[in-house]
């Protein structure tokens, strides 16, 4: 049996999840008028709440802010950030600014150069590269990058390649403080760490297979007072916003994950976790001395541990071989995993190419446990063994 080790690339669906998602798959659509899909749609809005009281954040009506299901991280990220460049121009007529980290996800990165294409200028704060905050964006610098037509500041709660958390509620702060508008990347936050301060960020997006939902399904956040443009026209679903049948099972399931996650997520959970993370890292050091863990000392999702492998640079090798053994593993971001080229995140933080060559990502889910981790050392040293042969047989 495979031990799964790439939660951050998607996590594994509870069965209580699942049977969720099959009793709701058999329902009508939301937006008919028969007694079953108007309970769906109450469904829906009730659900909305108990993810705004989870989140800390209060609908319209209260604090002046929404909830939109959408179909997960890459949309949400892509709606929140054009929105709130066409809202600006079209009250403003000025060029926009935006700035952003330069280890974003993929998705922010590539709408970050289309926006260039389109007279937006573009700041990307740089990550240390060095030091106890390796990784992360200096909120200092985010603040001096600030310019008098900034009109929106993107920066993830956590990187999903390495796991470094980002100050978010220090940048959040000084965007308050400008009256610029925040927006914060939550996938890989939501389901692992507290996420009730969210609900002090302007705009927030979530994905549900990243905490044990289906794929397919997210939500957004946003200020009902800001624009958010129609995204997809011809139907009234979310309020003329976004039209298409919505999606009632993907919804409610990723609810209930969202509910089961929130109420394993303590101060204890997390410290165990956090030990047991420790305990691996530690092992791998004294299995491969010449080993290196990116962000070691520094503050990092208590589920993701990076490493540079020794001596051997080609990671789909690893990969491969570590599949064979019963171990399912990363490179790196499931998003760009097919690609050849060096991560951008990786770079960022001051890797060479035969580094990043070199760079293993080993992601958990809450019920992995030390044993797993032990397993997989031991796995690692007999792959190891196992290309060292097969290279020496090649020379």
């Not at 594994?12 to 008028?33: C, E, H, Y």
């Not at 573009?122 to 992360?136: C, F, M």
């Not at 080229?341 to 060559?357: D, F, Q």
Request: glycine share 8%.
């Amino acid at each position: 049996m495979t031990c799964y080790l790439d939660y951050n690339a998607t996590t594994i669906m509870p069965d209580r999840v699942l049977q969720v998602l099959i009793k709701w798959a058999t329902r009508g659509n939301a937006s008919s008028i028969y007694p079953s899909a108007k309970a769906a749609k109450k469904m829906m809005e009730c659900f909305k709440k108990e993810i705004a009281e989870i989140t800390g954040l209060k609908l319209e009506g209260d604090d002046g802010y929404d909830i939109v299901f959408t179909s997960g991280g890459s949309e949400s990220n892509t709606w929140i950030i054009t929105s709130a460049v066409r809202s600006y121009m079209s009250l403003t007529n000025k060029r926009p600014h935006v700035i952003t980290s330069n280890v974003e996800h993929d998705n922010i990165m590539m709408m970050m150069k289309n926006l260039e294409q389109e007279d937006v200028d573009v700041t990307y704060v740089p990550v240390r590269k060095t030091g106890p905050d390796l990784g992360s964006v200096d909120p200092e610098d985010v603040y001096r990058a600030i310019r008098p037509n900034t009109c929106i500041i993107a920066i993830m709660a956590a990187n999903n390649e390495t796991g470094c958390l980002q100050p978010w509620e220090s940048v959040r702060t000084w965007c308050q403080e400008q009256e610029i508008a925040f927006f914060c990347d939550a996938s890989q936050w939501v389901g692992r760490l507290p996420v009730n301060g969210l609900g002090a960020c302007d705009w927030v997006s979530a994905c549900a297979h990243k905490f044990g939902g289906p794929k397919g399904v997210g939500f957004l956040k946003c200020p009902s007072k800001g624009r958010l443009d129609a995204f997809i026209l011809g139907g009234p679903q979310e309020m003329n916003r976004r039209a298409g049948t919505e999606n009632v099972p993907g919804i409610l399931s990723m609810v209930a994950s969202l509910e089961a996650r929130e109420k394993e997520i303590n101060e204890e959970s997390i410290k165990q976790r956090l030990t047991i993370q420790q305990e691996f890292e530690a092992l791998l050091q004294s299995v491969f001395p010449n080993i290196r863990i990116l962000g070691k000392d520094v503050n990092r999702l208590w589920n993701t541990t990076s490493v540079i492998m020794p001596e051997v640079d080609c990671r789909i090798r690893w990969v491969v071989k570590l599949d064979k053994e019963g171990f399912a593993v990363s490179t790196g971001s499931a998003c760009s995993s097919g690609k050849e080229k060096t991560s951008h995140v990786l770079a960022s933080m001051g890797l060479n190419a035969s580094e990043a060559g070199r760079v293993l990502r080993f992601s958990s889910g809450w019920d992995t446990s030390l044993n797993a981790w032990d397993a997989l050392s031991v796995a690692l040293q007999d792959v190891f063994q196992k290309i060292i042969h097969s290279e020496r047989a090649l020379e």
